[in-house]
């Protein structure tokens, strides 16, 4: 195949997951120029285009070459390359995306009363999962009859097309408004970049490297905490002990005072109520914990 010097992601065009790929891309720097057509966005920034798509149709787009890379729910990257089989795997799983989430799960009629996965054996069950499903009961020993839809699974019960479903649930409305229960999770779900980095040989390997940097970086803020302490100077080296970060902090003196110090680390993932008391026993004081994304906002 020829070399491209631009790279392709896939995203969906109208869904759960449009918005927020395309809020996240902008967050790490990225900005496009919309078709007319708008199936196409032209990259401003850097030389990264996208395709607005079916986020059914994305996982095949990366397969034939026609994109690098895209974003789905994780339900479909391991769908699809279940469903696939006896071929390798056309792209890896990169970056979760941290939004998206969501559980593929079994449900049963809310009056059924549940003594594990065996009962599924002999029933039918409506899915738009059938190689997810096929797996679950493969590994659960139970041999089942899959019935393939492609939507509104919740309502085959009422259909009588099937008794059981096996089906993607959020807040679990939609499974309650269907006299339904979640029994088994299956998989959960969040959207995830999926590509096919080790195969790029030209311009685009740098580019895919860059732009996963970069949204690994975006998404490494969104979770990082701020923290501000004071301390006197005798308690600073128990103090910096127990700072929850592995980031050096930044020590200011504070005007007017030759004892006490404010320190200030970036914290990576969440500080528990148990390491503010530690420092607090260790002598810190005024502590205040942002998350760096308000501070932005
Ligand atoms: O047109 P296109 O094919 O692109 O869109 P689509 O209709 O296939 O997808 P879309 O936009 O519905 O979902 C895209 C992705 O969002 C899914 O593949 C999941 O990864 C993720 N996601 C997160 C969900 C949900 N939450 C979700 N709740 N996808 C679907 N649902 C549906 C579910 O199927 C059920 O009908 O919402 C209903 C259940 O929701 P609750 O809140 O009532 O439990
Ligand atoms: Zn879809």
Known sequence: MMGRDRLRIAIQKSGRLSAASIELLARAGLSFRMSRDRLFCFGESLPIDLLLVRDDDIPGLIQQGVCEAGVVGLNVAREHALAAKDSAPAYDELIDMGFGGCRLCVAVPQDEQW???????GRRIATSYPALLGDYLQRQNVEAEIVVLSGSVEIAPKLGTAEIICDLVSSGGTLQANQLKEVAIILESNAVLIGTRASLADERRELMDLLLRRLDGVLKMRESKLLTLNTSRESLPSV????????????????GSEDRVVLQVLCHQDISWHQLEELKRAGAGHLLVMPVEKMLA
């Open 240 to 255: 910096l002990k127990l700072l929850p970060s592995s980031d050096p902090p930044t020590s200011m003196q504070i005007a």
């Open 115 to 121: 003594d594990g996965p065996a009962q599924l054996a």
